[in-house]
Structures are given as structure tokens and as C-alpha cells.
């Protein structure tokens, strides 16, 4: 069983950054991959990124390529996202999910924590 707790979301303005965190409880956390989601009001959740257990496979969305960057440390069980160039069209809640293995499905859900970006 795993537990994911996101933290670090708030209001921003546009260009500005934040630094999300998604952490674990489980001892096997560090085998697991891991992914980024947001959802918009009125919009479907949508892919942002996703991270292997090690760290050395990483794959970001078209839309936050070059701007979001997602990193580990699995001593600490903890995930981050560093979100940089920041757009009001970012403004979403951002869901934290694993998975055992990548190309398998999300098991594991955090609640979400509040990204809003303005202009």
C-alpha cells in the first residue's frame, strides 16, 4: 500500500515558479513510478509527467516541456515537480500518482493540491 501526500501548490503569478512535492509512505515507494496529473475546471485530468524508479526515464507533455522539471529522492520517499515559466492556462489541481512499473496502471492517488496562476 502506498500514500501520497502532494504539498507546495499556490497562487502565482504568470512567469513566476513553484516547487511541488508528492510524498510516500510505504517502503516500497522507490520502486514504483511515478506521475504527475492536473485538472482544470471544467476539463479532463491530463498527463504533465512521469518519472521511473530511478530517475533515468523521464517523459514530460508537449505543453510543460522545457519549462516543468520532475526529480526524486527516493531516500526521502518524495517526488518533486519544479514548475518554471509558469501560465495562467497551468492553473489546475495537481494529482501525484503511482504506479508499480511504468506502462502499468496508477494504483495510488494523492488529493491534489491547488496550482493557480495568474496573469
Known amino acids: 500500500q502506498v500514500q501520497l501526500v502532494e504539498s507546495g501548490g499556490g497562487l502565482v503569478q504568470a512567469g513566476g515558479s513553484l516547487r511541488l512535492s508528492c510524498a510516500a509512505s510505504?517502503?516500497?515507494?522507490?520502486?514504483?513510478?511515478v506521475g504527475w496529473f492536473r485538472q482544470a475546471p471544467g476539463k479532463e485530468r491530463e498527463f504533465v509527467v512521469h518519472i521511473n524508479w530511478s530517475g533515468g526515464i523521464t517523459y514530460y507533455a508537449d505543453s510543460v516541456k522545457g519549462r516543468f522539471t520532475i526529480s526524486r529522492d527516493n531516500a526521502k520517499n518524495t517526488v518533486y515537480l519544479q514548475m518554471n515559466s509558469l501560465k495562467p492556462e497551468d492553473t489546475a489541481v495537481y494529482y501525484c500518482?503511482?504506479?508499480?512499473?511504468?506502462?502499468?496502471?496508477?494504483?495510488?492517488w494523492g488529493q491534489g493540491t491547488q496550482v493557480t496562476v495568474s496573469s
Open positions: 500518482a503511482a504506479a508499480q512499473r511504468l506502462g502499468m496502471p496508477y494504483d495510488y
Open positions: 510505504g517502503r516500497t515507494f522507490s520502486s514504483y513510478t
